[in-house]
């Protein structure tokens, strides 16, 4: 029963907030680059878990040596001898890092001006903004290459993308979904509806508008890299601790909450960085997907100092 738990909340991914202690497998994996799914993440994380306790207990104990996780505290120590003694692991992880090319950007940046930005879309009660968030840096990058602003399909992913935990209108997650798109491709908003419902897959490979070659993720925490990304690159996907109460209601002005999560397994809800301001104070300029009735006609603004809310923790965006 309580792994059926821990399955869940893995499964959930973004949009949901999971159970408190996922932090530190969070950092674990996001330090050595590794991309687990469904059962084989919770059973990774047990097995993490035990050996971090191991290692906490056993330098509590001041014996003349300490402990440290290291990149091997994923696998049991069966496993280790097995792998390591004579076979190497298959790591799945293709996550490319983003180096800023350039070293300074504009102090204010908008992309809607660009033409890199599509209408405020609305994801209805569906746990799907993970989709939303990935498609519209897909679109901004999109137009960069082809000068044209085409609305791409959430439906396709919500449907068909399963891989990395996305769960349709359970939740998912914007890596995921750039590594479905990769794979397959992405289908165009007017040849693939959306539905506000997972659906059977309807995938038709002949009308695939584009596909991409990977993606990248902005050094997880660093508000100067996000900057220069935001800035130079064009919009970028970010997940954020969407989970205090006012941000139901938000209306306009500096989203800046008493209480937010910056840590991966804090942030519930995808979103797209389309800009930045500094008036009253630095500000991320964000695209929602919950319709142009919410916030300032769609859209939000939110605090850019200590990574409020996460912004600068899981972003991303798709290169072509
Ligand atoms: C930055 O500012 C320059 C000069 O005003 C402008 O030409 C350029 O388009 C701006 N870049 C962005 C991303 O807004
Ligand atoms: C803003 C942005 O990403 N611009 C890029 C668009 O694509 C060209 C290459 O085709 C890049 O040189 C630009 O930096």
């Not at 878990?49 to 696998?75: C, H, M, P, R």
Request: charged content about 25%; glycine content about 10%.
């Amino acid at each position: 029963m309580k792994s059926v738990i821990i399955v869940l909340a893995l499964f959930v991914g973004v949009c949901v907030s999971y159970e408190a202690g996922e932090d530190l497998w969070a950092a674990f994996k996001n330090t050595y680059d590794r991309t687990y799914e469904g059962i084989e993440d919770s059973m990774r994380r047990i097995v993490f878990e035990n050996n971090l306790q191991y290692i906490e207990k056993f330098n509590a104990e001041g014996n003349s040596y300490t402990l440290a996780v290291n990149k091997f505290a994923d696998l049991t120590h069966s496993e280790f001898t097995s792998i390591y003694l004579g076979r190497k692991p298959n790591p799945e992880g293709k996550r490319e890092p983003y180096y800023p090319v350039q070293t300074t950007a504009n102090d204010t940046v908008d992309w809607r001006d660009k033409g890199y930005v599509t209408g405020i879309k609305d994801q209805g009660q569906c746990g799907s903004c993970w989709a939303f968030s990935a498609i519209g840096s897909l679109e901004g990058q999109y137009f960069n290459k082809t000068h044209k602003l085409v609305s791409f399909s959430e439906q396709e992913l919500v449907d068909c993308s399963k891989n990395g935990g996305n769960a349709g209108c359970q939740g998912g997650d914007m890596d995921a979904a750039f590594e479905y798109i990769e794979k397959n491709g992405i289908e165009s908003e007017s040849d693939y509806k959306y539905r506000a419902k997972k659906h059977k897959c309807e995938y038709d490979a002949s009308k695939v508008v584009t596909k991409i070659s990977g993606y990248k993720d902005i050094p997880s925490g660093s508000i100067s890299a996000m900057h220069l990304a935001v800035g130079s690159v064009g919009p970028i996907s970010a997940a954020m601790d969407a989970s205090h109460d006012s941000f139901q209601f938000y209306s306009e002005g500096i989203y800046h909450p008493r209480k937010c999560g910056k840590k991966d397994n804090q942030l519930d809800h995808g979103v797209l960085a389309i800009g930045y301001g500094v008036t009253p104070q630095a500000y991320w300029l964000m695209k929602n997907s919950w319709g142009t009735d919410w916030g300032m006609d769609g859209y939000f603004k939110i605090a850019q100092k200590e990574n409020e809310c996460g912004i600068c923790t899981s972003s991303s965006y798709p290169i072509m």
